[in-house]
């Protein structure tokens, strides 16, 4: 039935045409409502392909952060500087891990360190002002992050800037605006130089890597969270 009636449909569409006559208002409304169909599908296909290309190209740039961290401590190590395990030495000249991190499915806590969106923000601002000399070999570290982004993806994208301001516990929305739309950056990492975890907000997404496994979300989905002292601590405390 609906077959005929559209054959019926498309041959008074051919015959008026060949008629030189014009459309009926029901065959006009009807045409309309086609074309309204297919550019909305068309319009959410795209904006669904637009979505997904911008979660990749998130997700991406995290791998390049964590892959260059890993690289730049092996090579800290190797030139002499390992990571002390959970030093008391606060003073000291090598990077610390004397933090604690709680993996995956993991009931016990393990030595980690930990360098926040406030050193991503001395290294791009320049500030000289260190809360230790650890702090110097950070900053090494960070600088080799940010060169891995601009070598990959140009030095003008993506453009990322940092707040000065720990993100510890926060929702991804909330450190947002209370940093003015900065981003904020969370990266614990081994004695050994592998990176346990990170998370980081970029533009509207949300990154998270943790234990070999990468997630995307929406800053303002209510999951989309930096970790707390129940997953990264100092003597059970923030820090």
């Known amino acids: 039935m609906f077959n005929r009636k559209r054959s019926d449909f498309m041959f008074n569409i051919k015959k008026a045409v060949k008629n030189n006559e014009g459309f009926s208002l029901v065959e006009m409304i009807v045409v309309i409502a086609i074309m309204v169909v297919i550019i909305t599908a068309l319009v959410s296909r795209t904006v669904g392909y637009i979505k997904k290309a911008e979660e990749m190209s998130a997700m991406n740039t995290m791998k390049v952060m964590v892959d260059s961290m890993e690289i730049a401590l092996v090579q800290h190590a190797a030139d002499g500087n390992p990571i002390v395990e959970n030093t008391a030495d606060r003073y000291g000249v090598q990077m610390r891990a004397d933090k604690k991190y709680k993996p995956v499915g993991d009931e016990q806590f393990v030595d980690a360190g930990a360098i926040t969106s406030w050193m991503f923000h001395t290294a791009q601002n320049n500030t000289t002002k260190f809360d230790t000399v650890n702090d110097k070999y950070d900053i090494v570290i960070v600088n080799e992050i940010l060169e891995a982004i601009r070598s990959e993806k140009g030095a003008k994208n993506p453009r990322l800037k940092f707040a000065d301001k720990k993100?510890?516990?926060?929702?991804?929305?909330?450190?947002?605006?209370?940093?003015?739309?900065?981003?904020?950056?969370?990266?614990?990492?081994?004695?050994?130089g592998a990176v346990f975890a990170a998370q980081m907000t970029m533009g509207k997404y949300f990154v998270t890597y943790r234990d070999g496994n990468y997630t995307v979300q929406s800053i303002n989905d209510p999951t989309a969270k930096f970790f707390d002292k129940d997953v990264v601590n100092r003597n059970g405390n923030r820090w």
Do not use: D
């Open 167 to 192: 993100p510890f516990g926060y929702q991804a929305a909330q450190y947002k605006k209370e940093t003015k739309n900065l981003e904020g950056v969370l990266f614990i990492y081994s004695p050994s």
